[in-house]
């Protein structure tokens, strides 16, 4: 049986990058269970959701944010469990490593599941209430049947007092920053965000040294077709 912390040291290499190296899981604990939410801008900005459960951070990476809007559903896409110790972790991963880029906790707290949460996860439908920073309320995060590599799930917010329309209000744009360090993520670098294009340079031999304009020719009746004209007089 795979350790649950196997994916994610493999495809580390922590003689580089500065993240946790979590060596093992912890035992379950008592206290209550932490979340955090990473906002990470590698390859494409996109929020990390974690909801610690035995002993490590389950995790799914969502690429616009968590919204406030129950009619809004969230792509959730589902990745290796991280340590514990991750919950903090704020920094930049080095170009060349995996999830290379900057990263800062956007949003943390205690996550509160309804019914048994191991149940819950193991048939992928996740419903609980969220104690942060930023985010509070209910909450439902639920696998679906979306072809992917990895599974694809949907993060929801359900109807109650914290809940706001997208429309009036995005919390992941009013909110940017780190609860933590009030960090906030540097501009997105132009390789990152757009594709340089060069305008092509025109030979200048290729011009002629005098160019005449087209003139209009003078006809006795207009053409057929599907055509606009004018009509001059003298």
């Not at 490593?97 to 048994?116: C, F, L, Q, S």
């Not at 048939?123 to 639920?142: I, P, T, Y």
């Not at 160019?211 to 003298?234: C, F, I, M, N």
Request: glycine fraction near 6%.
């Amino acid at each position: 049986m795979a350790k649950p912390l196997q994916e994610y040291q493999r495809k580390r290499d922590f003689n580089a990058t500065p993240e946790p190296a979590g060596k093992r899981a912890r035992p379950r604990s008592a206290h209550a269970l932490q979340y955090c939410i990473q906002k990470h801008d590698a390859s494409h900005l996109h929020y990390d959701f974690r909801l610690e459960l035995d002993g490590t951070l389950k995790s799914w990476a969502i690429p616009k944010g968590p919204s406030l809007d129950p009619k809004v559903r969230r792509l959730a896409v589902h990745v290796e469990d991280h340590p514990l110790d991750y919950a903090n972790f704020e920094g930049r991963i080095p170009e060349g490593h995996y999830g290379a880029g900057d990263v800062i906790v956007w949003d943390r707290g205690v996550w509160e599941p309804e019914g048994d949460p191991r149940e819950a996860y193991a048939k992928g439908k996740l419903r609980f209430r969220l104690q942060g920073e930023k985010l509070s309320g209910v909450w439902n995060l639920f696998r679906t049947h979306l072809a992917g590599k990895k599974e694809q799930w949907m993060l929801v917010k359900s109807h109650d007092g914290q809940a706001r329309s997208e429309t009036d209000y995005s919390i992941v744009e009013a909110l940017p920053d780190s609860v933590l360090s009030e960090r906030t993520l540097p501009p997105r670098s132009p390789g990152k965000a757009t594709t340089v294009r060069h305008k092509r340079k025109t030979d200048p031999k290729a011009l002629p040294d005098a160019l005449q304009p087209q003139l209009a020719t003078l006809v006795a009746s207009p053409p057929s077709g599907d055509w606009r004209y004018e009509v001059k007089y003298k």
